[in-house]
T-cell receptor, first 115, second 111 residues
């Protein structure tokens, strides 16, 4: 089925380790986003991408790296994980027809725990 | 930075009650305000509002935007346990297709 898939869905890692969260979409949407969701903060934008090879920082980019070599993939890397990065991470995309309205389609989320 | 504030932060009601969730914002120039429902997994789209005073309805849920008051409300009538979720409000200014989300309201409907 078409959609956004994230992997892994659950991950436990240790402080200092590198972690990559994968996001794959089958719609060929141009815009893709990474959000983190934490209690008391709602969804906060980490990075976004307007197209392949075009990425930009969101509200909370520190400690994260993204790349977008292909339209369908938008991986998020924590280069040296910290406990404060324990969170649920959502990947999302926006359809071309929704660029005027902002309706996002979300992946199922990746729950990351940093010990 | 665009700011979106939701209230209350959490709410517990009995099945059959009517609830009103609030969303207020500070940005005056935006394209749309969106409401999402989040159960255990990903947020799912409920409503998109662009014009003030026009109510959007879907079954027992309805929402309206008040641009004068810089706010929106989401009403749920005759609540059911299946309405238990986090309700998210988000503002879309059109800049780089980004959404700014509020902190959400956690609604719990009990029997």
């Amino acid at each position: 089925d078409a959609g956004i898939t994230q992997s892994p869905r659950y991950k436990i890692t240790e402080t200092g380790r590198q972690v990559t969260l994968m996001c794959h979409q089958t719609w060929s949407h141009s815009y893709m986003f990474w959000y983190r969701q934490d209690l008391g903060h709602g969804l906060r934008l980490i990075y976004y991408s307007a197209a392949a090879d075009i990425t930009d920082k969101g509200e909370v980019p520190d400690g994260y790296v993204v790349s977008r070599s292909k339209t369908e993939n938008f991986p998020l890397t924590l280069e040296s994980a910290t406990r404060s990065q324990t969170s649920v991470y959502f990947c999302a995309s926006i359809a071309p027809g929704q660029k005027n309205t902002g309706e996002l389609f979300f992946g199922e989320g990746s729950r990351l725990t940093v010990l | 930075e665009d700011k979106v504030v939701q209230s209350p932060l959490s709410l517990v009601v009995h099945e059959g009650d009517t609830v009103t969730l609030n969303c207020s914002y500070e940005v005056t120039n935006f394209r749309s305000l969106l409401w999402y429902k989040q159960e255990k997994k990903a947020p799912t789209f409920l409503f998109m509002l662009t014009s003030s005073g026009i109510e959007k309805k879907s079954g027992r849920l309805s929402s309206i935007l008040d641009k004068k008051e810089l706010s929106s409300i989401l009403n749920i009538t005759a609540t059911q346990t299946g309405d238990s979720a986090i309700y998210l409000c988000a503002l879309y200014t059109g800049t780089a297709s980004k959404l700014t989300f509020g902190t959400g309201t956690r609604l719990q409907v009990t029997l």
